[in-house]
């Protein structure tokens, strides 16, 4: 099977990947990284460590990843004005895996962008703003990390 686009073809920004380094252990990482994106606007209604899961599940010998599942609760519920399939989005996941002891990726892509690229959302003016307004919020996050 073969993808109708190719993904190395598609720059980062136009998906809103976000990525940083903490030199800590993983929970505190977790915990900084909550607190950023909580000052910043998000809740984190939603969070789980795929780790713990499948090491338990399927002896998988995994390190720590995590998975926070920010939301605006204000912007969700503009989004879904415009499009009820961006449910199937939510919420905006930022991971935090261990990539070595003491040193913590932090990584995020866009959904709001994300959906407009795939056609779930609108390539409008109203969507435009709520990219906008949703970006402003995680690149002051990432410079807060």
Request: aromatic share 8%; net charge negative; glycine share 6%.
């Amino acid at each position: 099977m073969s993808l109708p686009i190719d993904p190395s073809e598609i720059d980062p920004e136009h998906y809103g990947e976000h990525r940083a380094v903490l030199e800590m252990d993983h929970e505190e990482a977790i915990e900084h990284t909550r607190e950023v994106f909580e000052a910043e606007g998000f809740g984190v209604p939603a969070e789980f460590s795929p780790s713990e899961l499948l090491n338990e599940k399927v002896d998988a010998d995994r390190d720590p990843y995590y998975v926070l599942g920010a939301c605006n609760p204000q912007i969700a519920d503009r989004v879904l004005d415009v499009t009820k399939k961006m449910g199937g989005l939510f919420p905006c996941n930022v991971i935090v895996w261990q990539e070595e002891p003491g040193k913590q990726v932090v990584y995020h892509i866009s959904i709001m962008k994300i959906a407009r690229l795939l056609g779930i959302a609108p390539d409008d003016e109203n969507w435009a703003e709520i990219v906008a307004e949703t970006s402003e919020m995680v690149d002051s996050a990432y410079a807060n990390l």
